[in-house]
């Protein structure tokens, strides 16, 4: 299959800054300080300070820093852990692995976020913190977030992997609670050339303790004073970083100038059920996926759609076919099908379309076109001429 527009293209990115790229790794190689070097200290430092927090502690992934990130916070085997049923199946590992209960809540439909209305009805003795998600680059509300912990006395530790720099009510992930998880997995808005995460906190306390988790439990060398493990970003995964960090900015506002563009040509499709994701963040949304829905007036199915996408070489995602609480191997937590109606009917209908720094406008306009002869069975010169207000929309360049 020829891919004409792929998925994501990280080429484009890298390219811009391929000979800092270079020199950041040739400067470690000299150095040689591949494991919890200066280049690690000086990144952990800055993302930290552009998330709004005080400390960073870089691990081997997103998941790590769930893990190891809620134990740092005092969360104890057999405490209730609220999170979404509506996420990637890391954030449920991540609770597990901290020996927490997850305990699943609904999303919202129109942005996929955490429903705390729903969260208050699961409430008990047990409940010691909520994991909200910052789903596809937008965080939950941080106000409710914080009236909604205040009310139940609970810990916010924030799942960010998808959220780099987002903002919301004057916040960004990592400021509202008392930690945030980060992913560097090469796709993310802020992506590694391997895996790779950060814990970010305010709070010293949980930031020294996340120091030794990582590094074996070790408070000085050879000396374990916890039960840790070995995960640490490595230096040429932060060196790279460090270069990217400043472009991050730049990044985000060309994801969000293409959701824009999305919105605004998709418009006239949603007459044929196709809904994109609402924003309720304004330009704090990062859009480290874009994502529409295919509702039951659609004359295709997704399936459909996706395939036909795929034949003319442009490929989409789905993020994601199955909610947590249906995964064949979580089967013990005692969910089925039917408890969160919600997340299980945005299961059928979601669907991501392309989206990355350095996608143009013409190939926005390829997709929505391509998208808009599928679903409506005419072409995209003839649609443009049939619609009202489609004409950009349906050319392509």
């Known amino acids: ?72 916070c005092g969360i104890n085997n057999g405490d209730e852990v609220i999170l979404p049923a509506n996420t990637f199946v890391a954030t449920l590992i991540g609770v597990l692995r901290a020996g927490a209960k997850p305990i699943f809540v609904d999303c919202k439909p129109d942005t996929a976020l955490i429903d705390l209305e729903a969260a208050e009805a699961i409430i ?25 912990a205040d009310t139940y006395k609970l810990l916010i530790f924030e799942d ?31 992506g590694a050339i391997g895996d790779g995460g950060m814990l ?9 303790m996340m120091v030794k988790l990582r590094n074996y439990g070790a408070s000085k060398k ?17 060196a790279v970083l460090q270069q990217k960090l400043p472009h991050l900015t730049d990044w985000n506002r ?12 998709l418009e006239y499709l949603k007459n044929y059920g196709i809904i994109p994701l609402e924003n309720h ?5 990062v859009y480290h996926l874009y994502i529409i829905k295919i509702d039951n007036s659609c004359p295709q199915t997704r399936e459909t759609i996706q395939e036909k996408l795929t034949e003319l070489g442009i490929q989409t995602g789905i993020h994601y076919p199955t909610p947590c609480h249906l995964q ?12 969160f109606p919600v997340s299980e009917k945005l299961s059928q209908q979601i669907l991501s379309l392309p989206m990355y720094p350095g996608l143009t406008n013409n190939q926005v306009r390829e997709v929505i076109a391509a998208l808009g002869s599928i679903v409506t069975g005419v072409s995209g010169s003839e649609s443009s001429t049939n619609t009202a207000g489609s004409v950009a929309s349906l050319q392509l360049s």
Do not use: C, W
């Open 124 to 148: 008990t003795t047990r409940t010691k913190a909520i994991l909200p998600v910052h789903l596809y680059g937008q965080m939950v509300s941080p106000q409710e977030l914080l009236d909604f």
């Open 328 to 339: 064949p191997a979580f089967s013990e937590l005692g969910y089925q099908a039917g408890d």
């Open 200 to 208: 970010v906190t305010r709070d010293p306390d949980v930031a020294k």
């Open 160 to 190: 960010a992997a998808q959220a780099h720099l987002a903002q919301r009510e004057g916040y960004h992930p990592g400021s509202v609670g008392i930690a945030a998880a980060f992913s560097f997995y090469p796709s993310k808005n802020l």
């Open 254 to 265: 060309d994801r969000f100038n293409i959701a824009q563009q999305y919105d605004t040509e």
């Open 1 to 72: 299959m020829n891919i004409k527009i792929p998925f994501v293209d990280l080429s484009k990115q890298h390219q811009v800054i391929k000979k800092e790229l270079e020199n950041a790794i040739e400067n470690v190689l000299d150095r040689g300080d591949f494991v919890l070097g200066k280049a690690l200290a000086d990144f952990e430092t800055a993302f930290a300070t552009k998330s709004g927090a005080e400390y960073g502690v870089g691990v081997a992934s997103g998941t790590d820093a769930i893990a190891l990130g809620l134990r740092a």
């Open 222 to 238: 050879y000396f374990h004073t916890e039960f840790g493990t070995n995960s640490r970003l490595d230096t040429l995964q932060a």
């Open 281 to 285: 963040s304004g330009d704090g949304h």
